[in-house]
């Protein structure tokens, strides 16, 4: 049993003030990109992950933990104890989403084990796993996870997990810059607002800009480029101040738009189309501003089951 499941890229990501409990609230327009991880399930004695970069990714896969907290292993351990079976299952994850890049890729492999280790155990005549106790069992695990389940693009509002589909025409052509190291979510979260409490400011209730709506609506790659945004991104830089960099290199070879993914150090560039994707992801690798420059599109759909053909 195979699960395919995208990366994520956050068109826009307003953040909140922090809230009692340590998360901010949101607003977080997510996109799915098609650069996918694969989690195959399989049953076995115990419960045991493996991790490898899929063929031709540069994924720095040390970076992934093997153990019980690997997202994947915490995912087939939550849907067995809400079936109350023992996780006997064997996680295979083969990895193509940057680790700690800011595109979600631990969040990505929860939500393939959850889906798959459902279509394990679950009974089929009788499920008690639908697609909503799935989305409540990922907003578990992770505030992303519920998204990684759903795919194509939509607003998360609370932590991100309370999602509302958006409609998006596409496809809109994006090209991704990889950095050396990750940057951890929690610190980047902590510096944003370290960085407004040491400039006074206080944060806004958040909101998303009725631009970015029109631009997903109409399929406008050029409104859509001036419409992205990321509260998180000021931090970001300060934490990795050589992003400014590849930000400005993209910029300047006439990227629609360019912008920290998340909570970074990937960087994302979107195109006008496919043409000037492998333009701008060909030039940006030259220019040594990135590890590795990859090309996506998006919207895709979120976690898939593949077909035994299809494997
Ligand atoms: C920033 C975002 C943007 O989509 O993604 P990444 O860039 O990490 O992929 C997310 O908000 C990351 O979501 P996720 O990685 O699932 O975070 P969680 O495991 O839920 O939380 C990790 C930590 O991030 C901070 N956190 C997360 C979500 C949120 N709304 N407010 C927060 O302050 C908290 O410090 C929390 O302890
Ligand atoms: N399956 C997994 N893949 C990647 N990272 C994982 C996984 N499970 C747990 N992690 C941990 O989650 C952290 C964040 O990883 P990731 O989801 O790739 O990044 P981000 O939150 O920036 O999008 C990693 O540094 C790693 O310690």
């Known amino acids: 049993m195979t699960v395919r499941v995208p990366a994520k890229v956050n068109l826009w990501l307003g953040v909140g003030p922090v809230r009692d409990d340590g998360y901010h609230d949101l607003v977080n327009v997510f996109h799915a990109v098609s650069l996918f991880d694969e989690v195959t399930a399989a049953p076995a004695d115990a419960l ?50 940057p680790v700690a890049g ?12 959850l889906v798959a280790c459902a279509r394990l155990w679950d ?7 639908d697609l909503d106790a799935l989305l409540a069992l ?12 759903l795919g194509g693009t939509a607003v998360g509002l609370g932590r991100g997990e309370r999602l509302t589909p958006v409609p998006a025409a596409g496809p809109f052509h994006w090209v991704f810059a990889t950095a050396d190291g990750g940057l951890s979510t929690p610190a980047v979260y902590a510096e944003c607002d370290r960085l407004r409490s040491a400039e006074g400011v206080r944060a806004a209730w958040p909101h ?4 970015l709506a029109a631009a997903l609506a109409a399929g406008d790659a050029a409104a859509l480029g001036a419409a ?77 089951v593949l077909d035994a053909a299809a494997e």
């Open 138 to 149: 990922g907003a578990e695990l992770g505030s992303d996870v519920p998204f990684a389940l």
């Open 208 to 211: 998303e800009p009725p631009e």
């Open 228 to 304: 992205l945004g990321n509260d998180l991104q000021p931090a970001a830089l300060m934490l990795r101040p050589s992003l400014r960099r590849t930000l400005d290199a993209g910029a300047a070879l006439g990227a629609l738009g360019a912008l920290v993914s998340g909570s970074g150090p990937t960087c994302a560039f979107l195109a006008a189309d496919a043409e000037h994707a492998a333009d701008l992801a060909r030039v940006l690798a030259a220019e040594g501003v990135a590890r590795d420059t990859v090309r996506a599109h998006g919207p895709v759909p979120g976690a898939t």
């Open 48 to 97: 045991a992950v493996t991790a490898a970069a899929a063929p031709g990714a540069r994924v720095a896969i040390e970076g992934v933990p093997l153990g019980g907290d690997n997202l994947a292993a915490r995912a087939a351990r939550l849907v067995a104890a809400r079936l109350g079976v023992e996780p006997r299952v064997a996680l295979a994850i083969r990895k193509a989403i």
């Open 123 to 129: 009974d089929p005549a009788d499920p008690k796993l």
């Open 102 to 113: 800011g595109m979600a890729g631990g969040s990505a492999d929860a939500a393939a084990a």
